[in-house]
């Protein structure tokens, strides 16, 4: 069984900070990928960061490269994403989401485990 819960959304003024959490339970999640995605009212699903469970290696879409930092700390099972430098352009739901590794980390079809999702607004 695999469960993933989302904390640290919030309200935060452009230019600000806030530190999302993902909390996963019920296994061990070696030979995994874990990713953060975001959904806008309307729009589809987006790729925000992934990490590898094991080794730690990151990844980042273009849009938050250099704002955003993906981490994890296998001992609590809980992945982390660090949102510095916020813009109005990333309100939306954060999806914390799982799967055994494959290439396709920045696909959300890819994905099998999701959690609720925590919502990010940044205001002007």
């Known amino acids: 069984q695999v469960q993933l819960v989302e904390s640290g959304g919030g309200l935060v003024q452009g230019g600000g900070s806030l530190r999302l959490s993902c909390a996963a339970s019920?296994?061990?999640?070696?030979?995994?990928?874990m990713g953060w995605f975001l959904q806008a009212p309307g729009k589809e699903r987006e790729f925000v960061a992934a990490?590898?469970?094991?080794?730690?290696?990151?990844y980042y879409g273009d849009s938050v490269k250099g704002r955003f930092t993906i981490t994890r700390d296998n001992a609590k099972n809980t992945m982390y994403l660090q949102m510095n430098s916020l813009k109005p352009e990333d309100t939306a739901v954060y999806f914390c989401?799982?799967?055994?590794?494959?290439?396709?980390?920045?696909?959300?079809?890819?994905?099998?485990?999701w959690g609720q999702g925590t919502q990010v607004t940044v205001s002007s």
């Open positions: 989401a799982a799967n055994k590794y494959n290439s396709n980390y920045d696909d959300p079809f890819a994905y099998d485990y």
């Open positions: 990490v590898t469970w094991g080794a730690g290696y990151p």
């Open positions: 019920g296994r061990t999640y070696s030979g995994y990928v």
